[in-house]
């Protein structure tokens, strides 16, 4: 897997652009680690950890952008930009979605990233 990180939702249509046509495409929407305690304010994003982590081994040389949302007030805020941004539409964290040929043809969220057959099937 080639890892890609971005924090914004410009910087997450920029690298969208650069890497869609590579072939299959994925992205990780999480939580940001909350400053005061160093780990990832979202619950649903630190028990997804674990499956999505397992998932790598088969991802193969894809691109996966991950994208962080926001602390917790930021991502909660109705105006939160990957809650609006057309290529995103976020509801939710964590969100993994699989695009092919720039078209998202796969979207897990929140409790959906916990069950290891779905997430392998969006990695495969």
């Excluded at 910087?11 to 046509?21: S, Y």
Aim: glycine share 8%; aromatic share 8%.
């Amino acid at each position: 897997m080639r890892e890609v990180f971005v924090s914004s939702v410009e910087d997450f249509v920029a690298k969208f652009e650069e890497h869609k046509r590579e072939g299959p495409l994925l992205a990780l929407f999480v939580g940001s680690v909350d400053p005061s305690t160093g780990e990832n304010w979202c619950g649903d994003c630190r028990n997804a950890h674990p499956f999505i982590h397992n998932a790598y081994a088969s991802g193969g040389e894809k691109t996966i952008i991950i994208s962080e949302v926001g602390v917790r007030d930021v991502w909660k805020n109705p105006e939160n930009s990957f809650r609006k941004h057309q290529k995103t539409r976020l509801r939710c964290v964590p969100t993994l979605i699989r695009y092919q040929n720039g078209n998202e043809v796969i979207r897990l969220e929140e409790g959906q990233l916990t069950r290891q057959e779905m997430v392998d099937e969006v990695f495969s």
